[in-house]
C-alpha cells in the first residue's frame, strides 16, 4: 500500500502550503488518516487526524486554527491546509492511515502506513 505526499516546499513566515496526500482506493475507503510532522533533532509527533467520513477531525494544540484537515473521498486523496506558518513548523511531513478505529488519534503507533514525506521549511 503506498501514500504519496506532494506539495511541501519553502515559505516565509506567515504564509501558507497545502499538502495532499494521494492513497489507492483500497486503502482509502473505510480508513483513518492522519497527519504527522518530525522536526531536526525531534521526535514524529501528530499533527491533525480525520474520521473516514470527514466530518470529525482533531488537532494538536500547536496547529489548533491554523492548519486545517480535510478529505476528497471521490479523489482518494488527503489534505492539509498550513496557514499563518511559523519558522517552529518546520519539519517532514508525513501522511498515515489506519483501519483500526476509532479514528482521530495522534499517537503515531496507532497508524500502520506511512508515506515517505515532504519537506516544509519556513523561514
Known amino acids: 500500500v503506498q501514500l504519496v505526499e506532494s506539495g511541501g516546499g519553502s515559505v516565509q513566515v506567515g504564509g501558507s502550503l497545502r499538502l495532499s496526500c494521494a492513497a489507492p482506493w483500497s486503502m482509502y475507503s473505510n480508513s483513518c488518516m492522519g497527519w504527522f510532522r518530525q522536526g531536526p533533532g525531534k521526535e514524529r509527533e501528530g499533527v491533525a487526524a480525520?474520521?473516514?467520513?470527514?466530518?470529525?477531525?482533531a488537532y494538536a494544540d500547536s496547529v489548533k486554527d491554523r492548519f486545517t484537515i480535510s478529505r476528497d473521498n471521490a479523489k482518494n486523496t488527503l489534505y492539509l491546509q498550513m496557514d499563518s506558518l511559523k519558522p517552529e513548523d518546520t519539519a517532514m511531513y508525513y501522511c498515515?492511515?489506519?483501519?483500526?478505529?476509532?479514528?482521530?488519534?495522534?499517537?503515531?503507533?496507532?497508524?500502520?502506513?506511512w508515506g515517505q514525506g515532504t519537506q516544509v521549511t519556513v523561514s
Open positions: 498515515a492511515a489506519t483501519f483500526k478505529h476509532p479514528c482521530l488519534r495522534l499517537t503515531t503507533e496507532s497508524y500502520n502506513y
Open positions: 480525520i474520521a473516514t467520513g470527514g466530518g470529525s477531525t
